[in-house]
Structure formats: structure tokens, C-alpha cells
């Protein structure tokens, strides 16, 4: 249609118009309305960038009119994702422009200058980054790029699936010339007929298995390489292959009295995708570069003109590099690209913190199932010799149930000729993924015998893992109900809820198509979906291989134990996210209870660095650089990555500037419950005539910081990590009281209404009751000396502007409504503009609680019946115009529970797993 909107009067005419032609389509006229209603529907938020403007020369503009784009390799591109692809048009408009975006940051590629550029471009795990590089490759090429290589992950099989998506999308043949000969076509994706392409580019390496760069297949091909037809390589992160395309590349310098040896008639691309892993230098050695990070520079350096851009959905540790080009920091932009609307990402699977059996959700999807039964099955800490188990656990036999009626079900929504993939990951030895596939074909080969024969007892089973929910489990019947009765449903127009007998019906050829495999180095298995043109059904058992870039096409199920607490490496071995159109109610992930938490706080914590950058986005003399210290200076988000990547933090500086700073966690012990309360009695009533009575509190203006100290120096806590840990708060408020700041605090006694218990505190000399709260302990994180609360928030959002002037708290509203980025109001002002624009650098908010154990505690034997309520309290601080941190050593302090670190991959051979 050419068009990003339309009416519904539009679709209704173009579908009508389309039915008169008679073709067979399994949809009927309103479906066909809905799904074209949802294409044009789908949006996607302005992404947002950090420029480092004194090094920024925009050139693109000037320069458009001279650049055929439309008839270029980005025409052909963009006409392949729409017509092709599927690609919601605002979808394109967006890549389109952000591309243009990226490019403008780079530089003018024909210009005979020497210039270099580094960017950072942050994505969401399976969202769509390869599409977003592909459309930079093709821009870069119409604009005089003459050699673009990219980097795909450390593995073979990532690297081969890249190398077939950039085989479609930009050079339009298949480099694998032997399978295009036995095919009768050597054309593919922009290459077909239909798209008419007329560019022409080259491709050092092939989309085989084995298919990556070596000098020789690069002289093989007989290219020169002073060509004016761009030349692309897609290679891996690999010791053994950098150096070979580094010599290589030697070869075609010249001498150059500056710089040894450079290439001046071609400018450089290097694209990194997966930039968190293996590029940054951990080396131990500060005098030293480890391999791939080595020859990584050395092949930027080899060009008087070269730009590199990282992608990334987990850039944490990115952002704890050294700031020097050495080290690939993204000096001159970083962009932090929002996912489309319907991408299905970590808040839509887990939240910020678990769904409890009986909790519904309007924003997460009721997807996940925690299972406790897998203990026999893979111990957490097993080794690679240990005894291997000699059955499966219930939950898995249920996913691979689930997985079969999933395929049954997409059949039965007309998805037939589609991919199918259930991932099980929780092993990296491949001793145990071999026996684990064994286990689990076994298992398949015994359901698919049961169907085929119609036995009672198999097709039972199958119906009761549709339509019954038992001990944690949600039917297929359940989910999808609970997502129609929620705003989630408007994610998928083909959710339904189906009869037993229609899916029965399908159950057959859906089990007849799928296949088991073992995916690792050594399995010689692959999962070869380009070659299943009517589409693959697997269930892939396998680690490392499948954790990091490496897409399955239409996984719908997965079984994931595997424990990692590096916050980059578990988000990005969650497979699950992406897009999972026409199927997103049929999608599961049984997973531990501890790992569906650690999502959740992985969540929390990613959401926050795309909050600091949105916010400081939105200043425009904000620079990468201050980001990246910014974020270093975060309480909360520090237990991030392998220690080896951290290692210019040495010691972290960490600032409450800015923050809303929380007590969650509380020891049970009545002694230290008695102190704190003593404690908070006592401050209370120290405090002056003058507050002011506002429902639900009292609130105190101007106490001298002195005051506030001495209640903190009284308050008993968890000797932890956690930034609410009262002697750190001290530390930083004396720190930022030598810059006249945090003075005059503002005090916020919170009292319940109609609470189920009362304590008495004396204020202006009169005895007050205080209502206490109900805060719900969190058992999983608790035990017998640890009251933990269950969402981690001791507040309501609301409460932090509760010492607001009304005109102060319109002026909020305000400031928040304009700042939105959903319709519609918001029901309370947005805590980061409270503290960061309107509170002033004097004046904090300290906010106290009493919880009431009896209602809060679980165990109702754990504190003794009549003990105080635990005092909590919360602290809304302002932005700092001076901002003194505190310094904390990383081995010491901060990494204590998160020592992995990542290998050097200067002993693999071009293959690692």
C-alpha cells in the first residue's frame, strides 16, 4: 500500500478487492481484516542518542542528493523487508531514518581525510539488530563504503546464519555456490526477479559451515581488490581468522611514514555484532592487548578511514571499559534503540519480579512455569563426568507434550508451511547434551508411536496438558483466556481459544515433521531451517551454541536451567524473546523459581541504564563518556558482568545523586527489630513543632542533615551489598554536605489508615498512633533470620513527591505528562523528573515505615507475637550539581558472588563451543 496508515474502511475494500480473485487462503474475510488491522497498527518509539558533538561532522544531508538510495542496495533492501519479510511499514520508516542516523554519525566516505569513528548501538535481545545492521550495510554501500566486514559471535553456526541473512539481504546470491547449483539458482532474497537488482558487491566468505574467511578462498575468488564494488566479509570473533584477514588486508597497504602501512583508497566498516563479547580487551596485563581485541585495532588502524559500530542488547559491559579507542569504547554515539511494539521482551515474560501462581498481570504474559523437579535430573553445580541421569523429570515430558500441541495448534491457524523450534538448554557439557537429546528422543519417539496409534492413555495425557492447570502449570485453555481478558491481547490478533477435537486433529502431522537434534561443535548437527523451505519442526538440545545470537526460528517452548549469574550472559541466553506472531499464547519457558528472579532483577536493572540514557539523552551536552561514568556510579547495577570486564573499575564510585534508595530486607532478630524502633521514637520526637499534617503522614521541612545522620547511625541493617546499607548512605550525604548540599531534610513520618495495628510515637509532645503497613514477605528470598519484601519496593509510587506544594506536584504532573511516552495520563508524577529536574540539591526526602510483622510475616512463629513493627524507610535524593561519590573496590565489594570471568580465546582453533 505504500502507506505507514490507513483506515479501516481501506483494509476493508483492499481485502474485498483481494477475495474476489478466488485464490485459496486458509482465512476468512475478518481475519484477513485483523491481521492486515495489526500490521498497520504496529509502532515503534524514536530511539534516542549520545553524541559527542565537538568530533560530530553531519555530512549526510548535504550529500543525499548524490546518493540514489531508492535504486541503491537500500531500495532493494527496503522493498525485500515489506514485501518479503512482512515488515510493518512504520517498522522500515524507522530503520530508515535511524540508519541515516548511524550513517550521519560516521563520516563522508569518498573524502580523502584520515578519520576514525566508534559508536555503540544498544538493541533488545532477538529484536531484530541483524535486520538494523543489515540496513547500515546497505546505506554504507550506496554512500562509497568500499569494505564492510562484521564480526558475528564466536561460533561457526551463528557466523553461517549471518553470513545467509546478508547472502538475501544485500548481496542478493548464495555463497554457497554448490547448494544454489543443485537448487537451479544461484539468486536469492534482493537477488529474485522481483526486486530487480542491478548493484553488485562481493563476498570474501560463505555461509557454509567451515564457509570463513582464509587468503586462500579470498584469492580463489580472483577479486581485486581495488574494485569500486563494495566488498563484504562476515567472519568470527576468532584469534586464528582475524589474523589471517589482518594479513591479508597487510598485504594490500601501502607504506605510509605515519602509520607503517595504510589503506587510503577505501574506507572501512567494521560492524561488531554481539559487541559485549570477546571484543573488549581482558587482558591481565595493562601493558597488553588480549588476542581478538589486539587484532581488532590493528585491522581499524590499517585504514586512514574506519568506523566501528557495535551492537548490543546486554552493554553492560561496554559501558565499564577503559575510555580509549584501544579498548573499542563508543566515544563518538551511543543510540538506544526501543523495540517495536510487538516484541515480546524480558517486561513482557517476567516483569520486574515473579508472578505469583494466583497473580494476574495486564503487562506480563502468564508464560512462565517454575519447576522444582529437576534436582535427580541436572543437578545445579554438576561436572561433566558426573553420573548422568537415566530418565526425565515430569516438567520436561510436559514441555515436549507442549511443544507437540504447539506445532498442532499453529497448523490449525493456518501455519503450516512454517519453522518450529523448542530449545533445551541446562548443560554446557556436550557429554550430557548428547545423552539429554537421547533422553528426550526417546521420550518424543514414545508420544509420536502413541499418536499415530491413537493409544487412550498417550492422546489423555495430551489433553490434559491442554485443558487442565495442576501444581503451578497453566493449560493451553488458561493462558490464552487470561491474555484475552487482559490489554495484552491486542500483542496478537490470532489468539483463540480452541476445542480439544480441532486440535486432536492436527496432532498427527505435527508429530510426524519434528525432529530431535544435539547441537554442539561436535555433534555434526545443524539447524538448517534455510534448507526446510516448507519449514523445520526441532527440538534442540544444546548449551553454549544456542545461548548467544544464534536465532531459532519460531520457538515456542523452552527448558532452561542453565545458571549464570553474570547479568549479560543470562539475558542473552534467553532465546525466547522476539516476535512470535500468530503464537505468542502458545509460547513456555519452564524455567527454576531462582532463575525466573534473577530475570526479573536482569530486567530491573536494563530498564534503569535505559532510563539514565533516556534522561540524559535528553540533555544535549551529554556525551558518551559521561554516560558511561554515570552508569559506573550506579548503586544497584554493578553486579553486571565477568570480572575480567570490569577491569578498569578497579575501584567503582558509586553516588546516590539522583535516586530513590529503598530498604528491602530486614533481620528478623527482636532485639535489633526493638533498637531500630527505639531508635525511630526517639528521632521522631527530637523533631520541631512546625510539620505539616497531610493524609496518610507527617512531614517535617528543613531538619538539618546533622539530625538525619544521627537516626542512620542508630539504625541496625543486613550487612550486605545493597545500597539502602545505612553506613554507605552516611558516607555519601557527609560527602555531599562539604558541597552545601543534602542540608535541609524534608522528614515524611507514613502512617496507614484503618490499619490492623497501631504504634505510638510522641509528636510536638502529644502521642500520635502510627498506622503500620502490610508489606509481603518474599519467601524465596527470606528465611529465618531475613525479612525480605516480595516486590523489593517499600513505597507507593506516589508517596515520593508526598512533601509537595500543590503547585509543586501540578508542576510534576506536568513535566510528566509531557515526558510520556504512552497515551493517556499518568495517574502520578515520574519519580526520576521529581528528583533529577524539581527537587533541589538540598532538600532530600526521607520517607519512614513501621511494617507490621503479624501481617507482613509468613511464619508466624519467626518473631515473637507482640514485638515492634520493623522500621523501614526510603530516601527520594535529588540530583547533585557536585555529585561526590563513593568509592568501593570491585574484588572486594562488588564482585564477591560474580567472580566468573570470560576466556581469552587466544588457544582456540577457529571453532569454539
Not at 557466523?159 to 536469492?188: C, M, W, Y
Request: proline residues 4%; negative net charge.
Amino acid at each position: 500500500m505504500g502507506k505507514t496508515s490507513v483506515t479501516i474502511q481501506e483494509i476493508e475494500n483492499a481485502v474485498d478487492t483481494f477475495l474476489k480473485m478466488g485464490l485459496p487462503i486458509p482465512d476468512s474475510r475478518q481475519m484477513l481484516i485483523r491481521k492486515i488491522e495489526e500490521l498497520f497498527t504496529i509502532s515503534q518509539d524514536e530511539w534516542r542518542s549520545i553524541v559527542k558533538k565537538e568530533e560530530n561532522n553531519p555530512w549526510l544531508d548535504e550529500k543525499k542528493g548524490s546518493i540514489d538510495f531508492s535504486n541503491g542496495f537500500w531500495g532493494n533492501y527496503r522493498q525485500y523487508l515489506e514485501d518479503e519479510k512482512g515488515f510493518a511499514p512504520e517498522i522500515v520508516d524507522r530503520l530508515n531514518d535511524l540508519t541515516n542516523d548511524i550513517l550521519d554519525n560516521l563520516f563522508d566516505p569518498t573524502l580523502k581525510i584520515k578519520v576514525n569513528k566508534k559508536g555503540l548501538v544498544v538493541g533488545q535481545v532477538q529484536s531484530g539488530k541483524t535486520a538494523n545492521y543489515t540496513g547500515l550495510i546497505c546505506k554504507a554501500a550506496d554512500a562509497g563504503f568500499g569494505l564492510i566486514i562484521v564480526m558475528a559471535g564466536i561460533h561457526n553456526n551463528l557466523r553461517s546464519q549471518t553470513q545467509l541473512r546478508i547472502d538475501e539481504s544485500f548481496l542478493g546470491f548464495d555463497t554457497q555456490h554448490t547448494r544454489a547449483l543443485n537448487q537451479q539458482s544461484i539468486k536469492i532474497g534482493v537477488g529474485k526477479p522481483e526486486f530487480g537488482k542491478t548493484n553488485v558487491a562481493h563476498s570474501l566468505t560463505s555461509s557454509l559451515e567451515k564457509g570463513d574467511f582464509t587468503q586462500g578462498a579470498a584469492n580463489a575468488i580472483g577479486l581485486n581488490f581495488d574494485t569500486k564494488e563494495p566488498i563484504v566479509a562476515i567472519i568470527k570473533k576468532n584469534p586464528n581468522v582475524l589474523r589471517r584477514i589482518y594479513h591479508w588486508l597487510a598485504a594490500q597497504a601501502s607504506d605510509d611514514t605515519e602509520l607503517s602501512r595504510v589503506i587510503r583508497n577505501k574506507s572501512l566498516l567494521l560492524i561488531d555484532d554481539e559487541a559485549d563479547n570477546a571484543s573488549i580487551n581482558i587482558s591481565n596485563d595493562p601493558e597488553k592487548q588480549s588476542s581478538i581485541n589486539g587484532w581488532i585495532t590493528q585491522i581499524l588502524n590499517l585504514f586512514g578511514k574506519n568506523a566501528y559500530v557495535g551492537y548490543t542488547a546486554t552493554p553492560f559491559a561496554n559501558i565499564f571499559i577503559p575510555l580509549d579507542d584501544q579498548n573499542l569504547f563508543p566515544r563518538n554515539f551511543i543510540k538506544n534503540i526501543p523495540a517495536p511494539s510487538n516484541y515480546i521482551g524480558p517486561e513482557k515474560v517476567f516483569g520486574f519480579s515473579p508472578l505469583e501462581e494466583d497473580e494476574t498481570s495486564d503487562s506480563v504474559l502468564p508464560i512462565v512455569t517454575r519447576i522444582d523437579d529437576y534436582g535427580d535430573f541436572v543437578p545445579d553445580k554438576h561436572k561433566k563426568d558426573d553420573q548422568l541421569p537415566s530418565s526425565l523429570p515430569e516438567s520436561l515430558k510436559k514441555a515436549i507434550r507442549c511443544f507437540i500441541i504447539t506445532c498442532a495448534i499453529r497448523r490449525l491457524r493456518g501455519q503450516t508451511n512454517v519453522h518450529n523450534s523448542m530449545l533445551v538448554h541446562v548443560s554446557r557439557f556436550k557429554r550430557w547434551q548428547d545423552h539429554i537429546a537421547e533422553l528426550v528422543s526417546n521420550q518424543f519417539n514414545y508420544y509420536r508411536r502413541g499418536i499415530d496409534q491413537n493409544d487412550h492413555v498417550v492422546i489423555k495425557e495430551f489433553k490434559q496438558t491442554y485443558d487442565q492447570d495442576e501444581n503451578g502449570y497453566k493449560s493451553f485453555v488458561s493462558v490464552s483466556q487470561q491474555i484475552i481478558d487482559s490489554e495484552l491481547k491486542s500483542l496478537d490478533s490470532q489468539i483463540q481459544i480452541h476445542k480439544w477435537s480441532e486440535v486432536l486433529q492436527h496432532l498427527n502431522d505435527a508429530v510426524s515433521r519434528i525432529k530431535v537434534k544435539s547441537i554442539h561443535g561436535g555433534s555434526g548437527e545443524a539447524l538448517d531451517y534455510f534448507d526446510h523451505k516448507n519449514g523445520l519442526s526441532v527440538i534442540a538440545v544444546g548449551g553454549n551454541k544456542l545461548s548467544r545470537g544464534l536465532t531459532l526460528e519460531g520457538l515456542s517452548i523452552s527448558y532452561y536451567l542453565r545458571a549464570s549469574k553474570m547479568y549479560d550472559t543470562l539475558m542473552q541466553m534467553g532465546r525466547w524473546f522476539g516476535y512470535r506472531g500468530g503464537y505468542i499464547d502458545l509460547c513456555r519457558l519452564f524455567t527454576s523459581r531462582e532463575l525466573n528472579e534473577w530475570f526479573c532483577h536482569i530486567t530491573q536493572a536494563s530498564e534503569e541504564l535505559r532510563e539514565e540514557f533516556d534522561y540524559m539523552s535528553n540533555d544535549a551536552g551529554s556525551t558518551p563518556e559521561q554516560y558511561a561514568l554515570k552508569v559506573r556510579t550506579h548503586p544497584g547495577v554493578l553486579q553486571i558482568s565477568a570480572a575480567n570486564k570490569m577491569r578498569s573499575a578497579t575501584t567503582v564510585q558509586i553516588s546516590w545523586a539522583g535516586r530513590l534508595v529503598e530498604s528491602y530486607e530486614f533481620k528478623k532478630d527482636p532485639s535489633v527489630i526493638d533498637s531500630n524502633f527505639g531508635s525511630t521514637q526517639k528521632f521522631i520526637s527530637t523533631l520541631p513543632s512546625n510539620y505539616v499534617s497531610k493524609p496518610n503522614t507527617f512531614v517535617w521541612y528543613d531538619i538539618p542533615a546533622d539530625q538525619v545522620i544521627n537516626f542512620f547511625e542508630g539504625i541496625q541493617s543486613v550487612e550486605n551489598l545493597k545500597r539502602a546499607e545505612p553506613r554507605k548512605l552516611i558516607q555519601f550525604i557527609s560527602a555531599q554536605l562539604r558541597n552545601n548540599e543534602l542540608t535541609a531534610w524534608r522528614i515524611a513520618l507514613m502512617s496507614k489508615p484503618n490499619a490492623k495495628n497501631y504504634s505510638q510515637f510522641e509528636v510536638d509532645g502529644n502521642n500520635i498512633p502510627i498506622g503500620q503497613w502490610k508489606r509481603t514477605e518474599d519467601e524465596k528470598n527470606s528465611n529465618e533470620q531475613i525479612y525480605y519484601l516480595r516486590k523489593s519496593h517499600i513505597i507507593s509510587p506516589s508517596d515520593e513527591f508526598i512533601d509537595f506544594s500543590p503547585e509543586e506536584e501540578s508542576r510534576a504532573m506536568e513535566l510528566t505528562n509531557l515526558s510520556r511516552k504512552k497515551e493517556g495520563e499518568a495517574t502520578y508524577p515520574n519519580g526520576q523528573l521529581v528528583r533529577n529536574v524539581l527537587r533541589d540539591p538540598k532538600n532530600p526526602l526521607l520517607l519512614i515505615y513501621l511494617l507490621d510483622q503479624e501481617e507482613s510475616i509468613k511464619d508466624k512463629t519467626a518473631v515473637p507475637k507482640g514485638t515492634n513493627p520493623f522500621v523501614g524507610y526510603a530516601i527520594s535524593f535529588p540530583k547533585s550539581n557536585f555529585n561526590a561519590p563513593v568509592s568501593y573496590a570491585v574484588n572486594e565489594e562488588l564482585l564477591d558472588r560474580f567472580d566468573v570471568t570470560e576466556e581469552d580465546f587466544e588457544d582456540y582453533g577457529d571453532e569454539q563451543d
